[in-house]
């Protein structure tokens, strides 16, 4: 814990330790979730390589540098705008074979899912042979299947293969943020639902300090502020439509839920968490806060927000 009492989260504004502070991270975040989550082993032993295959990533992950214009920077988020859209992210095709290769070494050999996924999504980087960051970057789009035209999609799950490829080129996705974000200071006024850099909204919500509320980005891995009483799908700030479903085997971990929207988020309560909290492995270990909150009848939020992409086919709408 910092001096000034806020849990130290690792995302795209703590990857500057060293390699060897980013892989005892992982390792003691992953005994940690193994003692407290015993529900999720079957997780652990994957996840824990995925993300040490991907601090290794970083080391030299070197995508070409995204290059706004510095003085529209500033113009951008005082209107509302992310700095990219997804598909804007480029993508460093060495790193991202590198991760792939390393996650065909521990894909759980009782998933045939992720295993089939892994072999199509190999198969089509062999089919495509020259120019891999177009075969990379098909996988940032949405709308349609891009990356078809190499892949055969045939009995593939397209969840498992949008896993493996967005698991791969995340470090280009983390590094280009940081870049961004390292050369344009967030200035504390962005307080909006979405992401500043790619307008995704939060895969979790984060509790530190006297009570301040973070964001972390579902996509690059940002972190930023929000208001205390905020549904960041539809920016609700009405605290009588807005409420919480606790969780009662661990109080660290709640569920936001939003009467307007319909939809809900996942909260953690990290004033009280001991040691620092890897925000990629507890994206994994709540999704029994998942089950709880489609049990009570709230909807999945859409990752891209609506409110700067629109309508996307395929992307799960509010309540869905």
Request: hydrophobic fraction near 35%.
């Amino acid at each position: 814990m910092t001096q000034d009492g806020i849990v130290p989260c690792f995302s795209v504004e703590s990857s500057k330790g060293s390699l060897d502070d980013r892989s005892k991270a992982v390792g003691t975040a992953i005994l940690r979730a193994r003692d407290r989550k015993p529900a999720y082993e079957g997780f652990y032993p994957f996840l824990g390589n995925l993300f040490l295959a991907q601090e290794r990533a970083r080391e030299t992950v070197r995508p070409d540098p995204c290059k706004p214009v510095p003085s529209l920077v500033q113009t951008q988020w005082e209107e509302g705008f992310p700095l990219l859209k997804r598909w804007d992210f480029p993508v460093d095709g060495r790193s991202a074979d590198e991760v792939r290769r390393e996650l065909g070494k521990f894909i759980p050999q009782d998933n045939p899912n992720m295993r089939t996924a892994f072999e199509a999504l190999s198969a089509g980087l062999d089919k495509k042979k020259e120019g891999a960051e177009e075969f990379w970057r098909s996988f940032l789009l949405h709308e349609g299947e891009p990356w078809g035209k190499w892949v055969n999609m045939n009995g593939i799950d397209t969840a498992s293969l949008l896993f493996l490829a967005r698991s791969c080129i995340r470090p280009s996705i983390e590094w280009t943020a940081g870049d961004l974000l390292r050369r344009f200071p967030l200035p504390q006024t962005w307080l909006r639902g979405y992401c500043p850099v790619c307008g995704s909204l939060p895969a979790l919500l984060l509790l530190q300090g006297e009570g301040e509320r973070k964001g972390y980005c579902s996509w690059c891995g940002t972190t930023w502020g929000l208001n205390r009483m905020q549904c960041p799908c539809c920016d609700n700030r009405h605290h009588e439509s807005l409420g919480y479903i606790f969780a009662e085997e661990d109080p660290l971990y709640r569920i936001q839920y939003c009467r307007l929207c319909k939809c809900y988020f996942k909260m953690i309560d990290a004033r009280e968490s001991a040691g620092s909290t890897y925000l990629p492995l507890e994206e994994w270990t709540t999704l029994h806060l998942d089950l709880l909150a489609r049990k009570s009848g709230w909807g999945i939020p859409p990752s891209p927000s609506p409110t700067v992409y629109g309508p996307l086919d395929g992307v799960p709408c509010a309540g869905a």
